[in-house]
């Protein structure tokens, strides 16, 4: 596994050079955030962006995200434009010769949280889910409030030209029901998988999160059954999953480790971090520490191991605390933490089996 973090470009509040000192971390997770979904990517601006990380000593080790434009979601007939499009912005990266994207394939909205900046009991914030209140709540309203209390960051998946007309994208999407939504990704994959394997470009979907449809939106990859169900629909090995236990892990029926094994060879991008989970649809992020929240991170880390897992790897969301001003789940300190806490449980793993 290559270990990395997460950097949002020149803007991020968190330089480079600050990523470099985080022991074990040899490369980062970006992408081109001056680009919009469905705008094709030019193989000069992913050149600045990878010669920007390499010249901080690290590497560009893969995209988060290239976004899929939602007339591809929607199944549109400008879709093929814009698929068109994405096999341009493929082709810059793999003739700058980056071999992971990640993508999902949610409608309207991305990852979807209730509370950004909960207390935990050490004095951290993190943020936090209740299913209640997503019951409660018009679309629009919730989308304001999450925009509102970002710190002023926009947040991966939030961005406000994308939602600004939350009420118009919930009316294009009102035909799209799970099966539809899953012919489209096959579709898409279908036509973008020739210059995947041209550059041996690996695609890693990002699982749904959390993982049961929320605003009545439908959500295809949720659980075990879902993923091979997507993995056999488009069986080419650059048709692969993005492992996040914290998107998976938001249902406590998904047994994580098990995922990972059934899915052996296809993760090519894994997103660690815990929860805390109190009830059915009532959660929030805890530290990476197993002891901290619901799951095993040994566990976890070791199913990767054993399946080979060579991808790269990153700590997910982070916890607030130290008096940090950051892009709440983004700030450096608990994301530094959970990497040398992974690195740590992966040393542990690879000396315990290679040492008789
Ligand atoms: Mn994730």
């Given at each position: 596994m290559i270990m990395t973090l997460r950097y949002f470009g020149p803007s991020d509040s968190i330089p480079l050079k600050y990523i470099r000192q985080v022991p074990g971390v040899k490369g980062v997770i970006s992408t081109l955030y001056d680009t919009k979904p469905g705008e094709p990517w030019t193989r000069e601006a992913v050149h600045a962006l990878k010669t920007s990380i390499e010249d901080a000593?690290?590497?560009?080790?893969?995209?988060?995200?290239v976004n899929v434009h939602d007339d591809i979601k929607i199944g549109l007939p400008s879709r093929d434009e814009y698929i068109e499009n994405y096999i341009r912005s493929l082709t810059a990266l793999g003739e700058e010769g980056v071999r992971m994207v990640c993508y999902n394939f949610m409608p309207v909205f991305d990852w979807t949280r209730t509370n950004l900046a909960k207390p935990r009991p050490d004095g951290s914030t993190v943020l936090a889910y209740d299913q209640k209140v997503v019951d409660s709540i018009d679309p629009q309203v919730f989308f304001d409030q999450t925009d509102a209390n970002s710190n002023g960051f926009v947040m991966p998946g939030w961005e406000p030209d994308r939602l600004a007309h939350v009420k118009e994208l919930f009316e294009a999407y009102k035909d799209v029901d799970s099966q539809k939504l899953f012919d489209n990704l096959v579709y898409f994959l279908r036509a973008i998988m020739p210059v995947c394997n041209k550059y041996d470009i690996r695609m890693a979907i990002h699982p749904d999160d959390p993982a049961w449809p929320v605003f009545g939106l439908p959500r295809i990859i949720t659980n075990q059954e879902n993923i091979l169900k997507f993995l056999h629909a488009v069986d080419d090995v650059h048709n692969g999953l993005t492992f996040c236990t914290g998107s998976l892990g938001t249902?406590?029926?998904?047994?994580l480790p098990g995922i990972i094994r059934a899915c052996k060879g296809r993760i090519h991008f894994a997103h660690v971090r815990n929860l805390q989970h109190f009830a059915p649809g009532l959660f929030e992020e805890a530290a990476h520490l197993s002891a901290d929240g619901t799951f095993d991170m040994y566990e976890i880390v070791k199913a990767l191991y054993d399946t080979g897992f060579d991808g790269p790897i990153r700590p997910d969301h982070g916890r607030t605390l130290w008096g940090e001003v950051c892009m709440p789940g983004y700030g450096l300190y608990d994301r530094a933490m959970g990497a040398c806490y992974i690195n740590g449980l992966w040393e542990a793993i690879e000396k315990s089996s290679t040492r008789k």
């Open positions: 000593g690290l590497a560009l080790s893969g995209i988060e995200s249902d406590l029926n998904n047994d």
